[in-house]
């Protein structure tokens, strides 16, 4: 059975269920946080609030934003948090009170929205990010605004699908005909909140059907990791013959919301999800190597390294066997941060996100951040 010790959690995601999060106990840990947060703030932050991802033509997302409001909240910076919010309303709020997910350049050097579909994984994270700011820091207003975001979630990106409701990646595949899936959306601990604050509608349901389909949609895969993306045809779960069908990008997600809701509430129907980051244990033990993404046949995609996936994967392998986790850390994360303020190349946006979220739960449970030490 999973033992419920922390190591490295990631993802934004993970902070959620720690409401109130500040940065304390160790004090070299606190600065090594404060100097990458305040790396990332000047790097990828607009002065007026929008976050742009450097390697992908300055475009920011819906996402993007609710990573910077939960970093916010973990730092205490409210002004952060407000001026991110403020931005994200003013540009990317659609008339249903979700958030279009794509803005940047368009072909005629214009700044605006590029895709006005929702993405209902930043939806669910800004809604549950406005809960954390009011119960942080006593504001109403935060709560209001997260009641409508809540409320139009269940009212536009669910759909009944067999005999379960299921969140959807957006509003337009929820009337499409061809129902696609991405499991990583699926946040059973939010859900669970959200049942808390609205009293018209069963989010208990989205708790089910997000198991339910997610070991339909593993054992679909040779590894019996999660895909990026599924779909259902016929009362069937079809995976693609395509990239998203693999463990990668997308599906590490699916590990640390899983977490989140077992650390939370002990749902023993995580632990069959959890059990899965066997394979990396495996692999490690036999040739001291952790690639983290796999094809559905189960053969390896390919062999990058990325930081914010191998964070995620050690938190989750460090509830059953601390000391291979640390060695994975100590080999393959810690050599990868640099001068205190990041990790791995300085524009990698998205696996910033996940391994500053990762190094703040190490940091807290085994004293991290010696590399700082060492310099001085």
């Known amino acids: 059975m999973l033992k419920t010790k922390l190591l490295i959690l990631s993802i934004i995601l993970i902070l959620l269920f720690l409401f109130a999060f500040k940065v304390d106990g160790n004090e070299e840990n606190g600065v090594c946080l404060k100097d990458s947060y305040d790396f990332y703030k000047q790097n990828f932050m607009s002065e007026d609030g929008r976050i742009m991802d450097r390697d ?127 499991p990583s959306y699926f946040s059973p601990y939010a859900f669970r909140l959200f049942q808390k604050y609205d009293e018209l509608h069963d989010w208990n349901l989205l708790v089910e059907s997000s198991y339910f389909y997610l070991n339909e949609a593993m054992a679909k895969t040779k590894t019996h990791l999660p895909p990026n993306w599924f779909l259902i045809e016929n009362k069937q779960i079809v995976l693609e013959n395509s990239e998203r069908s693999d463990f990668s990008y997308d599906a590490i997600r699916v590990f640390a919301r899983v977490y989140l809701d077992f650390i939370k509430t002990h749902d023993s129907r995580a632990l069959p999800v959890l059990k899965k980051s066997q394979i990396f244990v495996e692999q490690w033990e036999k040739s001291k190597t952790f690639y983290v993404n796999y094809q559905a046949n189960g053969n390896l995609r390919d062999k990058h390294l990325p930081i914010g996936s191998m964070s995620v994967l050690i938190a989750v392998i460090a509830t059953y066997d601390h000391k291979i986790a640390n060695e994975i850390y100590k080999s393959e994360i810690e050599p990868h941060f640099q001068d205190e303020t990041y990790w791995a190349s300085k524009n990698d946006y998205y696996g910033k996100n996940l391994a500053w979220f990762s190094y703040y739960f190490y940091s807290k449970n085994l004293n991290g951040c010696n590399k700082r030490d060492n310099t001085k």
């Open 56 to 182: 992908k033509n300055n475009i920011t997302t819906s996402e993007g934003q609710s990573y910077m409001m939960l970093r916010a909240l973990i730092m205490d910076d409210r002004p952060t948090f407000d001026l991110v919010y403020q931005w994200t309303k003013n540009n990317l709020q659609r008339h249903d009170r979700l958030f279009a997910w794509l803005w940047g350049k368009n072909k005629g050097g214009e700044y605006k929205i590029l895709d006005d579909n929702s993405a209902s994984d930043a939806d669910v994270d800004i809604a549950f990010a406005l809960i954390l700011a009011h119960k942080q820091w006593h504001n109403y207003k935060y709560f209001e605004d997260a009641v409508c975001i809540i409320n139009s979630i269940w009212t536009n990106e669910v759909k009944q699908i067999d005999n379960h409701l299921v969140l959807m990646p957006g509003v337009k595949q929820v009337s499409a005909e061809k129902i696609e899936i991405n």
